[in-house]
């Protein structure tokens, strides 16, 4: 029988009863919810438990992603509680909505993402485990992280997204704000490391906001949606060949090695294509709109 243990909605413990001489009774979780009720208010009047560092330091980042845009006073919570902030910051977000905390708690989850992470500090907020990850360098997570994180991410059906990198303590909320939509289009658009970067799916928000006021479809450049009907019709893969054309920059020697053809087998399928579209891929225009267009279908039909 699990009860967690709650000081200002805060869950800061977990009480775990086992059978031993006897098997529970229905009357017997009612009590144990009392006694965590009890510890709860006991914990809440210890001075310890209340003022500690790390829930002082929790108390601080909440306010700021609240909305707390004093400079003087984040100046003068820094100095009372010796926090370092460091040049490069990052905010880490993992959507919990649907954490099922059967069997772990969120505290238990945070704490190994913290093991996980270099020089971070992280809290409970909304639906999230936020992670304020401070770097000297330009580098949000190392390899190593990376891989920590994806398979913990895999391994426990969560996703996550990262802001890009600020220099401010006060533009926190702006980065959360990043940071959770990139989570969303993470699930959303079905990212197989489950774990996606703002700065990579920007133009995927920016499309989203856009589809508020208009049906993407009309943004949609001809030519491709022409080769996509092709393919159908004569069961080839000329659209991905494009596609994998345009990301490696017209360069035939990267095509070749993603899509593991021969040389003249790419030159021959790129004539093919632009023989089916009559598009000029010189022009740099046409091929943005080209790889819009991928951008936009990849979003509408995931």
Not at 23 to 45: H, N, Q, W, Y
Not at 78 to 103: A, W
Not at 108 to 120: A, G, H, N, S, T
Request: charge should be negative; proline fraction near 1%; hydrophobic fraction near 40%.
């Amino acid at each position: 029988m699990i009860n967690h243990i709650f000081v200002d909605q805060k869950v800061i413990g977990t009480m775990i009863v086992v059978e031993s001489e006897k098997p529970f009774r229905e009357t017997d979780s009612p009590i144990v919810g009392m006694i965590a009720k009890v510890l709860a208010l006991e914990m809440k009047k210890n001075s310890f438990i209340l003022y500690s560092k790390a829930l002082a330091e929790e108390h601080f980042f909440k306010d700021l992603l609240d909305g707390m845009h004093d400079k003087g006073l984040v100046s003068e919570k820094l100095k009372t509680q010796h926090l370092v902030i460091k040049d490069n910051l990052y905010l880490l977000t993992i959507d919990i909505s649907e954490f099922d905390r059967t069997y772990k708690t969120l505290q238990y989850f945070r704490e190994l993402l913290d093991k996980m992470i270099f020089d971070c500090k992280s809290i409970l907020y909304n639906d999230y485990i936020v992670i304020i990850i401070m770097h000297d360098n330009d580098i949000a997570l190392s390899e190593a992280e990376l891989e920590r994180l994806t398979a913990f991410f895999k391994e426990n059906n969560l996703y996550g997204g990262i802001s890009r990198c600020f220099h401010d303590i006060l533009d926190i909320r702006v980065h959360f704000d990043q940071a959770v939509t990139a989570a969303a289009l993470s699930r959303r658009l079905k990212n197989e490391n489950r774990l996606s970067f703002y700065k990579d799916v920007s133009v995927y928000h920016l499309l989203d906001l856009a589809a508020q006021k208009i049906d993407l479809k009309q943004l949609c450049h001809e030519s491709l949606v022409k080769l996509i009907e092709y393919d159908r019709r004569n069961n080839t893969s000329y659209t991905q060949n494009l596609y994998q054309y345009l990301i490696h920059e017209r360069n035939l020697a990267h095509t070749t090695l993603a899509l593991h053809v021969h040389r003249n087998t790419l030159v021959y399928r790129i004539n093919k294509i632009i023989e089916i579209i009559q598009v000029d891929l010189e022009d740099s225009d046409v091929r943005f709109q080209l790889l819009l267009t991928y951008k936009i279908l990849d979003l509408l039909y995931h």
